[in-house]
């Protein structure tokens, strides 16, 4: 048996090309990739992380083979498929196929296993092939909305980001994608939803770290321990309490701060205002604060 491959490779070696696009985390690692692969036939093997494929466009007649049996055939715009890590399957593409992938680690389900269900593994995912879900559509499209249509780009997401929408999505495959997804379903929600709101001297604690660390890189887990609480707990509890996600709330802060930085400090430059309000570059700061204010910083500013 060979050593598993990161399916990213593996999906540039079977179709000899490379994504269009590429989300990271800030270690480098691929969390998600957009694919343009052409009509043809290409296989999976060794793949060492769970992939979600979101059919975004283009052809329709996909066919899957595995152990030369055919086990899913027309993959339906809008569709997900779910290939577990370490599969073999063969796949045959009528014409070009625009695809968006999601790469889970084994480890990351697990974690949300230990802290959420009280076990030290994850029930195992179903495979399932084109499957029409509302919930993983609308995900899909929030994901794809960031990617620009130019080939050959990328973006690292902030880990807060990457955090909470690891959290949301592995939520939602453990609840309706599992074989013991009835029980995990009670399981999941009483824990999480028992004492939903965080109190407010914690509350306190949290959103003073926040300020303190604006112009860093945030990461959930920091926010949860303070709370000692889970992950997955912790980002329903915020929301609940706040009434915006943890990410959300530290933009939010984040633009305030921009806001008043633009106009009290009239010396600071753009750039060095997006830098000071943990912004990761200045095109970033731009657009972002052009899309929630409504004007660009410098407009702003006067």
């Not at 009528?94 to 802290?115: E, I, K, M």
């Not at 930085?261 to 731009?286: D, I, K, M, W, Y």
Request: proline share 4%; net charge neutral.
């Amino acid at each position: 048996m060979g050593m598993l491959v990161s399916t990213p490779e593996l999906v540039a070696r079977a179709t000899a090309s490379g994504p269009d696009y590429v989300m990271q985390a800030h270690s480098g690692t691929i969390f998600g990739a957009r694919w343009n692969h052409p009509a043809g036939e290409s296989q999976l093997r060794r793949n060492a992380e769970h992939v979600l494929v979101y059919h975004l466009s283009g052809n329709t007649d996909v066919e899957r083979l595995q152990q030369g049996m055919v086990t899913g055939f027309r993959s339906r715009v809008g569709s997900v498929t779910f290939m577990p890590r370490d599969s073999e399957s063969d796949w045959r593409l009528g014409g070009n196929t625009q695809v968006f992938h999601l790469y889970l680690p084994q480890s990351l389900l697990d974690a949300f296993a230990r802290d959420t269900l009280e076990r030290d593994a994850c029930p195992p995912i179903d495979d399932f092939f084109s499957v029409s879900d509302s919930w993983l559509d609308g995900f899909f499209r929030m994901l794809a909305s960031e990617a620009p249509p130019a080939a050959g780009q990328g973006t690292r997401l902030e880990t807060l980001v990457l955090d909470q929408i690891q959290s949301l999505l592995v939520r939602h495959l453990v609840t309706h994608y599992t074989r013991e997804r009835r029980i995990e379903t009670e399981r999941v929600l009483t824990r999480s939803n028992a004492g939903n709101q965080l109190r407010q001297s914690v509350l306190k604690k949290i959103t003073a770290l926040i300020h303190e660390r604006l112009h860093e890189d945030i990461c959930l887990q920091d926010l949860a321990d303070l709370a000692c609480i889970s992950k997955d707990h912790f980002l329903r509890a915020f929301r609940d309490t706040v009434g915006q996600t943890p990410y959300h709330y530290v933009l939010s802060q984040r633009l305030e701060r921009a806001r008043m930085l633009l106009r009290e400090e009239p010396a600071l430059s753009v750039a060095e205002v997006a830098r000071r309000c943990g912004f990761r570059n200045l095109s970033h700061f731009s657009a972002t604060f052009r899309r929630v204010i409504g004007v660009s910083p410098k407009a702003y500013r006067g």
